[in-house]
């Protein structure tokens, strides 16, 4: 009896996996620190303007993006959730004072990552080597 109910049950499993119409799972979120981020938080601050504030891991080892000031690039190494972040280049356009203390606070964190991984909801963050929460960024959508 308990052969035939599992049969069953097997059965009906396979049945509804192949029901025409049925929507397809949704594709896993990539837990992957390679990508393109929206940085939301540098240090303990929220971003003022998100809309250039960018942070690009490129699975080369270099590092770029946006301050929301100047644009950034650098090198970077990962292992595991381990990453050194080495010298970071600017460009040096002009801003005002808000945009440039939002620079510095991500360049800094920058500076102090030691950490980085990314959380089940899908949220990029970076650590400092006492493990305090320096940058948090979320995933850029994709480009058409």
Same mark, same amino acid.
């Given at each position: 009896?308990?052969? !035939?109910?599992?049969?069953?049950?097997?059965?009906?499993?396979?049945?509804?996996?192949?029901?025409?119409?049925?929507?397809?799972?949704?594709?896993?979120?990539?837990?992957?620190?390679?990508?393109?981020?929206?940085?939301?938080?540098? %240090?303990?601050?929220?971003? #003022?303007?998100?809309?250039?504030? &960018?942070?690009?891991?490129?699975? $080369?080892? %270099?590092?770029?993006?946006? /301050?929301?000031?100047?644009? +950034?690039?650098?090198?970077?190494?990962?292992?595991? $959730?381990?990453?050194? !972040?080495?010298? !970071?280049?600017?460009? &040096? +356009?002009?801003?005002?004072? #808000? #945009?440039?203390?939002?620079? $510095?606070?991500?360049?800094?964190?920058?500076?102090?990552?030691? /950490?980085?991984?990314? &959380?089940? $909801?899908?949220?990029?963050?970076?650590? *400092?080597? *006492?493990?305090?929460?320096?940058?948090?960024?979320?995933?850029?959508?994709?480009?058409?």
């Amino acid at each position: 009896m308990r052969l !035939i109910l599992c049969t069953l049950a097997l059965s009906g499993l396979a049945a509804c996996a192949a029901a025409p119409g049925a929507e397809p799972p949704a594709p896993p979120v990539s837990r992957e620190v390679h990508g393109t981020w929206v940085i939301e938080q540098a %240090r303990t601050e929220p971003i #003022l303007d998100k809309r250039r504030a &960018r942070l690009v891991l490129g699975a $080369d080892g %270099r590092l770029s993006g946006h /301050t929301s000031c100047n644009a +950034m690039n650098g090198p970077y190494s990962l292992s595991g $959730d381990t990453i050194k !972040i080495g010298a !970071i280049a600017t460009t &040096r +356009m002009a801003c005002g004072p #808000l #945009l440039l203390e939002q620079e $510095d606070r991500i360049l800094t964190a920058l500076e102090l990552a030691a /950490t980085a991984r990314v &959380r089940p $909801d899908g949220l990029l963050e970076l650590r *400092d080597a *006492d493990g305090r929460g320096v940058l948090r960024a979320t995933r850029a959508p994709a480009q058409p």
